[in-house]
């Protein structure tokens, strides 16, 4: 599917504790995960009736070598809220799942 203005791209390495903010982390490290899958983010945006969109042979162009995948949802809040919402509906779901997550809430 070639990217529409009305789906916002959300990528694992949005989410992973590992990585800092320069190297494309957007949320706080309190509601990272360490290496998040692309198969998990897309699990977290069903629950959260985001209606998305899996794309498997996606690269992110930052780290155009790893094939990450990306996840398509619809636009119906502004990015940083989804993706606050995003996260901590996976760490929520990484601790549930006993994942190692980036670092404790305060």
């Not at 780290?63 to 993706?83: A, F, N, P, Q, Y």
Request: hydrophobic share 35%; net charge positive; glycine share 4%.
């Amino acid at each position: 599917m070639s990217r529409d203005r009305n789906y916002l791209v959300v990528w694992p390495a949005y989410f992973d504790s590992q990585r800092t903010r320069l190297e494309g982390r957007k949320v706080p490290k309190a509601l990272s995960v360490e290496a998040p899958s692309v198969e998990l983010i897309y699990e977290v945006c069903k629950e959260l009736g985001l209606a998305p969109i899996l794309e498997l042979d996606k690269r992110l162009p930052r780290s155009h070598w790893e094939k990450s995948g990306r996840v398509l949802i619809k636009k119906v809040k502004k990015k940083t809220d989804l993706l606050m919402e995003i996260g901590k509906a996976l760490h929520d779901k990484s601790l549930a799942l006993k994942l190692k997550p980036g670092s404790k809430s305060k």
